[in-house]
């Protein structure tokens, strides 16, 4: 069975780096053109996060204003996201997630579980 | 580039809910739903027009005509309450959007 699993600390200091790692089981990791994370803030709505593709090349939402760093380890079935100088706005609920691309549109349809990471010291 | 959904739609039990999704008056080429439930990831509902994944029951339909997208989800059950959330994006897969999130109480 496909299955994306979220790891990492859950409470990161304010000013330092957040660091999340999903773990891909049931799939080929090198088979997907792409990787992804996805957040939601409490109580609030989805907000990509960033995407990889299998060159590595990162694409990442602008509103994060390039604190985003990807990155794609296929001897441990895993990818990776970094997020620097977080603050409590970055606390959220984390989900990495599968993105498909089909005759040019692209979604989503594997994700992980989540994992909440609060920012605060 | 934002997405727009209604915060909330209440109806009862077999009636039909209409979610739409408005792209700032921006033409939608693609669309994609998703449904949440407390405590729970999102689920893939509708995608490439209005496909449903394995396992989607039937009364989940998409629909989208210029500049809104509509998840019809007809003869609603109690289990549908859930947020739903709209999706669309780029060709290449460089970018994608989320709707505002919809609060559906059946």
């Known amino acids: 069975q496909e299955r994306l699993q979220e790891s990492g600390p859950r409470l990161v200091n304010p000013s330092e780096t957040l660091s999340l790692n999903c773990g891909v089981s049931?799939?080929?990791?090198?088979?997907?053109?792409?990787w992804g994370w996805i957040r939601q803030p409490p109580g609030k709505g989805l907000e990509w996060i960033a995407t990889i593709s299998q060159n590595g090349a990162t694409h990442d939402n602008p509103s994060l204003k390039s604190r985003v760093t990807m990155s794609v380890d296929t001897t441990t079935h895993q990818f990776s996201l970094s997020l620097k100088s977080v603050t409590a706005a970055d606390t959220a609920v984390y989900y990495c997630a599968r993105p498909v691309c089909i005759a040019g549109r692209c979604f989503f349809d594997l994700w992980g579980q989540g994992i909440l990471v609060t920012v605060s010291s | 580039y934002e997405l727009t959904q209604p915060p909330s739609v209440s109806i009862f039990p077999g009636q039909t809910a209409r979610i739409t999704c408005s792209a700032d008056?921006?033409?939608?080429?693609?669309a994609f739903w998703y449904q949440q439930k407390p405590g729970q990831a999102p689920v893939l509902i509708i995608f490439k027009d209005n496909e449903r994944p394995s396992g989607i029951p039937e009364r989940f339909s998409g629909a989208g005509s210029g500049t809104t997208v509509t998840l019809t989800i007809t003869g609603a059950e109690a289990e549908d309450e859930a947020d739903y959330y709209c999706q669309s994006g780029d060709a290449s897969g460089s970018f994608y959007v989320f709707g505002s999130g919809t609060k559906l109480t059946v």
């Open positions: 049931g799939y080929p990791i090198s088979s997907s053109h792409f």
């Open positions: 008056g921006l033409p939608m080429e693609n």
